[in-house]
């Protein structure tokens, strides 16, 4: 499973990505907003970190005015991946970007026949919100299952981003489920790496080496 930043700030990014363990980062206009500056800008600085898929939202709601905008995101950087919303404007979008070779990140998906919808249009990758759903007591993890499922029914080469994630075990359950990819803010992905036996299994070792007299391996 590949693993993405949902963030757009450019230090966490940077400082994060220094684990090799980071495949690419998600943006949407919320995260840049908080960000501040120039969003191309941000954007560019970003793909230089992290030589992955970047993902920039349009914010254009209309078919011409999404595609211009998706074409004008997809010149900052070969990394950049098009998020596009999912509606009727959205899909007719999709299909245009796809076949010009943009590749299209369907956002704001709430239920599998939306993803499979996108799919159908030509998306590169689908973003179920898990999180969202979760916030009005709906199981987000639900239609990560059904969409996976559906996917391998009919062989859909489109990959399926778990978005909107809240804490660590919604990651357990992407890779589980068999996502392609989950994008989580920096504070998930930090709390993915610690384990307090981890720390505490580390101090010891440390302290028996200590108290044995032995010092730095040279
Ligand atoms: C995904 O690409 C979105 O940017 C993101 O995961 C939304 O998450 P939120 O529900 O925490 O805003």
Same mark, same amino acid.
């Given at each position: 499973?590949?693993?993405?930043?949902?963030?757009?700030?450019?230090?966490?990014?940077?400082?994060?990505?220094?684990?090799?363990?980071?495949?690419?980062?998600?943006?949407?206009?919320?995260?840049?907003?908080?960000?501040?500056?120039?969003?191309?800008?941000?954007?560019?600085?970003?793909?230089?970190?992290?030589?992955?898929?970047?993902?920039?939202?349009?914010? #254009?709601?209309?078919?011409?005015?999404? @595609?211009?905008?998706?074409?004008?995101?997809?010149?900052?950087?070969?990394?950049?991946?098009?998020?596009?919303?999912?509606?009727?404007?959205?899909?007719?979008?999709?299909?245009?970007?796809?076949?010009?070779?943009?590749?299209?990140?369907?956002?704001? @998906?709430?239920?599998?026949?939306? #993803?499979?919808?996108?799919?159908?249009?030509?998306?590169?990758?689908?973003?179920?919100?898990?999180?969202?759903?979760?916030?009005?007591?709906?199981?987000?993890?639900?239609?990560?299952?059904?969409?996976? #499922?559906?996917?391998?029914?009919?062989?859909?080469?489109?990959?399926?981003?778990?978005?909107?994630?809240?804490?660590?075990?919604?990651?357990?359950?992407?890779?589980?489920?068999?996502?392609?990819?989950?994008?989580?803010?920096?504070?998930?992905?930090?709390?993915?790496?610690?384990?307090?036996?981890?720390?505490?299994?580390?101090?010891?070792?440390?302290?028996?080496?200590?108290?044995?007299?032995?010092?730095?391996?040279?």
């Amino acid at each position: 499973m590949r693993i993405f930043l949902d963030t757009a700030n450019v230090d966490e990014i940077r400082r994060l990505a220094a684990t090799g363990v980071i495949d690419g980062v998600t943006t949407n206009p919320t995260l840049l907003a908080q960000q501040g500056g120039d969003p191309l800008a941000v954007l560019k600085e970003i793909c230089t970190i992290v030589q992955g898929d970047v993902s920039a939202e349009v914010v #254009a709601t209309q078919h011409e005015e999404m @595609i211009a905008e998706a074409r004008r995101l997809a010149a900052l950087d070969p990394h950049i991946v098009v998020k596009i919303p999912m509606t009727a404007e959205g899909l007719r979008s999709i299909r245009v970007l796809s076949r010009e070779g943009i590749r299209v990140n369907t956002t704001l @998906i709430f239920t599998p026949i939306q #993803a499979l919808l996108a799919a159908k249009a030509g998306a590169y990758i689908v973003s179920p919100f898990v999180g969202r759903l979760d916030d009005i007591a709906h199981r987000g993890m639900q239609v990560i299952r059904q969409t996976v #499922a559906i996917f391998r029914n009919y062989q859909v080469k489109t990959q399926v981003l778990v978005a909107s994630i809240r804490h660590p075990l919604h990651v357990l359950e992407a890779a589980r489920l068999g996502a392609d990819i989950a994008t989580m803010p920096t504070k998930v992905f930090e709390q993915l790496l610690k384990h307090p036996l981890t720390d505490i299994g580390l101090e010891r070792f440390l302290k028996d080496w200590q108290s044995a007299g032995y010092g730095r391996i040279l």
